[in-house]
């Protein structure tokens, strides 16, 4: 970005997280010393061109988000909210409480703990070509196929044009909101795939591995072993 704009960031984490085998919502598991949300939210809050920070978490669990952002000291922090029965209403709900000057909005994954700045950076910075929104990806190692109904394989895909994608993802906030508020969101399997159905332009920058997603214990003991070695 050439100029300083307004930039929140929505941070969803209202997954329950029964994978895990935890008592708690993923995102109120221990990550070290903390709750798991705790470690992108303190990236998020640390990084100077985030202006805000919104919290979508479990219904019930809003007051223990908020009182964790003081904990940290996440001043941005200043608002959680509950979270709806898909991801994309999660993010709905978290975007409703955004205020209306922000130019940029940027939503990340609580189940992420892992948000280097430099990935911040990248993702900020790919507004440069007049992208609607910008997504971190990274290449696919492994030979990937499309597969019918039967699992008779159906064709094998070039993985060089494809990529896997990450979070956070930013967005131009006006185009954002209308992508967000269309009736069929919840059949969107991530913001971009929002954007780019209400036909906006998606740029990637590079993604980062350490910013891997916790959907298991091990995903959990593997992002700890990160977490230490940094």
Do not use: N, Y
């Not at 100029?3 to 935890?22: C, F, I, N, Q, T």
């Not at 060089?160 to 269309?182: I, K, M, N, S, Y």
């Amino acid at each position: 970005m050439a100029d300083a704009v307004a930039v929140w960031a929505v941070v969803v984490a209202a997954g329950s997280g029964e994978r895990l085998g935890a008592e708690h919502p993923k995102a109120f598991v221990a990550f070290g010393e903390d709750p798991l949300i705790a470690s992108s939210v303190a990236a998020l809050d640390d990084h100077p061109a985030i202006d805000g920070i919104v919290l979508v978490v479990p219904e019930g669990w809003e007051e223990r988000a908020t009182f964790m952002a003081d904990d940290i000291g996440a001043g941005k922090a200043s608002i959680a909210v509950a979270g709806g029965a898909t991801r994309s209403d999660s993010v709905a709900a978290g975007v409703a409480e955004v205020p209306a000057d922000a130019a940029i909005i940027l939503v990340h994954d609580a189940a992420r703990p892992l948000v280097p700045a430099d990935l911040i950076d990248r993702v900020l910075g790919g507004f440069a070509d007049g992208a609607d929104g910008v997504i971190p990806v990274l290449p696919i190692d492994d030979t990937v196929k499309r597969i019918d109904a039967a699992g008779r394989v159906v064709e094998t895909l070039d993985r060089a044009e494809l990529r896997a994608v990450q979070t956070p993802q930013a967005f131009l906030a006006d185009g954002f909101r209308r992508a967000v508020a269309a009736p069929d969101r919840a059949s969107g399997t991530d913001c971009a795939s929002l954007v780019e159905r209400a036909g906006g332009t998606i740029a990637t920058v590079a993604g980062d591995p350490r910013t891997l997603k916790i959907t298991t214990r091990a995903d959990l003991e593997r992002a700890e072993e990160l977490r230490r070695a940094d």
